[in-house]
């Protein structure tokens, strides 16, 4: 087999066929073309969209949720429906004892609008009261100094953490806004970080401010807005959901089956619903691109057993001459795996054009819709190794129907 393979008379005699049947050629070669570049081009995309999903939640623990109140919807116990529920630090104390061992973080927030103010900048932003645990449930890309720390909580410092929008609307370019002071709601303090804000972000464009100096500032007592939930690791994210708004209804005496007083997000829940769409068309992808790969190396096996036909005088006189079927079965497997080899280099070489000019135009930008869209090495040495042993098998079915030519037969054809 080596030995026919490395025979230039053998090459020749593919070349001819090949220059013959031109314009046939070039049209079963994009046939495969097609279905590998489009596999590669599919897998890349979808590995884009994945990436860019993941950069988009990674600040979150996947693991968490959003908890608040509204207003209730069935009456309960004396109270009428349209009762505005107020979260208070005592639920927070209730829900660390009843699920120490489920809850593994949980940050209470309180938010308003304010005015913050430096020399004569100015702008209205969203000023939060928050623990140093939200870090872990959602971590900061810091861009200056530091996050909030125990001590600030501790000792009610007057200290603020700034998002960069901020900073490029209070500071000068490339000023250093670590320990200069900033006005909000007529208090002076003292700034200690700067972050940049994710894709997701429950606050744009926040300044962070320690939770007990938040309460004394701005009178809010026990009160809390909302809090973030992270759960551990195997924790049935769903069933604890149902379950601490349950003991929050109980706490507040709402309505077991009031669906409306306890809002919230399930982080978890929407990320698995992307999981699976994404997973969804990573197999949608496969399966169209190995069904296009079969459909052009079928086109490659229809267009060899034309080639057959047409060579059938040529096939009698190379029998007659001592061509064994064994060698005339070698040739034109070889000239199938040659087509199917060709193809398959063109279509990956050309999906990878394509897959650079999207991360190009799409994967650029504070807002790109697909980052990095790649495909793996292996994937496409596996892709490849396919299409080979497609395009050997396929070669079999005009090989063995060249073995059949019988020599005087074929000559006697005009």
């Keep these: 087999m080596f030995k026919f393979l490395f025979d230039s008379d053998t090459w020749q ?13 070039i049209i079963t070669i994009l046939g495969v073309l097609w279905g590998i570049f489009l596999l590669v081009v599919l897998l890349g995309a979808a590995r884009g969209m994945e990436n860019n999903f993941k950069t988009v939640f990674g600040d979150f623990a996947t693991n968490s949720l959003a908890v608040w109140t509204e207003t209730t919807d069935t009456p309960f116990k004396g109270f009428q ?15 660390k004892e009843e699920y120490k061992g489920e809850l593994q973080y949980i940050a209470p927030r309180c938010q308003t609008s304010s005015t913050i103010t430096n020399g004569f900048k100015y702008g209205e932003f969203q000023v939060s009261g928050d623990y140093p645990v939200l870090d872990k449930v959602q971590k900061k890309n810091l861009i200056y100094g530091r996050f909030l720390n125990e001590n ?10 700034i998002e960069e929008n901020i900073y490029k609307q209070l500071f000068e370019k490339n000023e250093d806004p670590i320990n200069q002071y900033l006005i909000i709601n007529n208090v002076n ?4 970080g700067v972050y940049k804000s994710g894709n997701i972000d429950f606050d744009d464009d926040a300044a962070y401010i320690p939770f007990t100096t938040f309460q004394q500032v701005y009178n809010r007592g026990n009160s809390i807005d909302w809090m973030l939930v992270t759960v551990y690791e195997g924790i049935d994210i769903n069933q604890f959901e149902k379950d601490i708004q349950l003991t929050l209804k109980n706490l507040h005496k709402v309505h077991p089956k009031d669906n409306k007083a306890i809002g919230g997000v399930n982080l978890a829940k929407e990320i698995g619903r992307v999981t699976g769409f994404l997973t969804g068309m990573q197999f949608l992808t496969w399966f169209v691109g190995i069904a296009t790969l079969i459909a052009g190396v079928f086109a490659i096996g229809n267009i060899l057993l034309i080639t057959v036909k047409e060579r059938t005088k040529e096939i009698g006189i190379r029998r007659a001459l001592g061509a064994t079927p064994r060698e005339i079965r070698q040739q034109v497997i070889l000239e199938s795996i040659f087509l199917t080899t060709i193809a398959g280099m063109l279509g990956i070489v050309f999906g990878g054009l394509v897959l650079f000019i999207m991360d190009s135009t799409l994967g650029t930008g504070p807002d790109p819709s697909l980052l990095n869209p790649t495909v793996n090495i292996p994937i496409i040495l596996i892709a490849f190794a396919i299409l080979i042993i497609l395009g050997t098998t396929i070669g079999l079915i005009p090989a063995y129907m060249a073995t ?10 005009e």
């Design 189 to 192: 303090y003292k700034v200690v």
């Design 152 to 161: 600030d909580v501790k000792n009610k410092t007057k200290v603020v953490v």
């Design 404 to 413: 059949l030519i019988k020599p005087i037969e074929a000559l006697r054809e």
């Design 13 to 25: 005699e593919i070349y001819g066929g090949i220059r013959k049947n031109k314009v046939r050629t």
């Design 81 to 95: 429906k349209g009762r505005r529920i107020q979260l208070k630090s005592k639920d927070i104390e209730v829900l």
